[in-house]
């Protein structure tokens, strides 16, 4: 596990980042803030110990995959997932 993931786990005030949270999960939900213009890289990255470049770092993964998975998806509603799916919540 990496220290970004390690840092995740221990991160319980985080309003983001939920205690004993999957650090995966952490990572969508500080991604699906910064990208919705709810914070910054800077502040999520502070409070989990790690560089704002890492923090853009995931967004441009997490931007990568949505991409690279919408041209896998064929059309239609069999091949549809809801986002609160992806990051295992209702929004």
């Known amino acids: 596990m990496d220290k970004a993931a390690t840092s995740l786990k221990?991160?319980?005030?985080d309003d983001h980042v939920a205690a004993n949270e999957d650090p995966r999960r952490g990572?969508?939900?500080i991604v699906?803030?910064?990208l919705a213009g709810e914070m910054t890289c800077t502040g999520p990255a502070q409070r989990i110990g790690v560089s704002s470049a890492v923090v853009t770092k995931w967004k441009h993964q997490f931007l990568q995959a949505g991409a690279e998975r919408l041209?896998?998806?064929p059309r239609g509603t069999?091949?549809?997932m809801q986002r609160s799916t992806l990051i295992g919540h209702r929004i």
Not at 10 to 13: A, I, K, L, N
């Open 27 to 29: 990572k969508a939900r």
């Open 78 to 80: 069999a091949g549809t």
């Open 71 to 73: 041209e896998e998806v």
């Open 10 to 13: 221990g991160c319980e005030d």
């Open 32 to 34: 699906l803030s910064v």
